[in-house]
């Protein structure tokens, strides 16, 4: 039996242009061992990527927001602080950066992505007055309760599953990933991550992005 896996989506299973590597569905459907796949993406796409690599749906989306089991969503804090913090924002005349109608934000349900275009202080001005926290995931900044992050996301779907977040390796490029590497009893940040994050995990990849999750399948799998 492999060990569990909890895997972060952008910058990992991906290549640099963002596009999933098609290498890692054949590698990841063939596991032998749990796949929870962490990520500060929307409810649907993670789900949607565990039903296209054939895997079972266990999810912890929106950066520890919401947990997936199955057929079950639910969100790990109240939502009342996150609407405060909209309403105030946007109803001083300030928007989240996004084009059109905004899809980045259109099926969140706990918290809200703002586009690097927009001011981060400006974000951690409002965002302190309602005790939330910024997150910058190298693709956007996300905004969140204090204490919500993949790390708290894993314990939760770890105790729903019945398994120790602690016997889990993850894998991830960014700082909203430090949270489930420490959450974790052995990590692995993909070489293209900042060093900021590199010196947060047990292991850093030879090479980067997908290229580096396959090498630490591999590695696992030899073990």
Request: net charge negative.
């Amino acid at each position: 039996m492999n060990p569990p896996l909890a895997i972060d989506i952008d910058g990992t299973m991906s290549r640099e242009d963002r596009s999933i590597e098609g290498r890692i569905f054949d590698a990841l459907r063939s596991w032998n061992g749990t796949i929870v796949v962490a990520t500060g993406k929307a409810v649907p796409y993670p789900i949607a990527l565990c039903d296209y690599i054939g895997i079972d749906i266990l999810v912890v989306a929106e950066n520890g927001g919401i947990i997936v089991h199955n057929d079950d969503l639910i969100p790990t804090y109240d939502l009342s602080a996150l609407h405060k913090f909209d309403k105030a924002f946007r109803g001083d005349g300030h928007d989240y950066g996004w084009p059109g109608s905004d899809l980045v934000n259109r099926w969140r349900q706990t918290e809200i992505a703002a586009s690097h275009s927009v001011s981060l202080d400006l974000l951690k001005r409002y965002a302190s007055q309602f005790d939330l926290n910024v997150v910058d995931s190298n693709y956007a900044y996300h905004i969140s309760p204090s204490g919500v992050d993949k790390g708290a996301g894993l314990r939760a779907i770890s105790k729903r599953i019945g398994l120790d977040p602690m016997d889990f390796v993850s894998i991830g490029d960014s700082e909203n990933d430090i949270p489930l590497f420490l959450a974790t009893g052995n990590s692995y940040a993909v070489s293209n991550a900042p060093l900021s994050v590199q010196k947060m995990a047990n292991n850093v990849t030879t090479l980067p992005s997908a290229s580096g999750l396959l090498e630490v399948l591999s590695s696992l799998t030899n073990d």
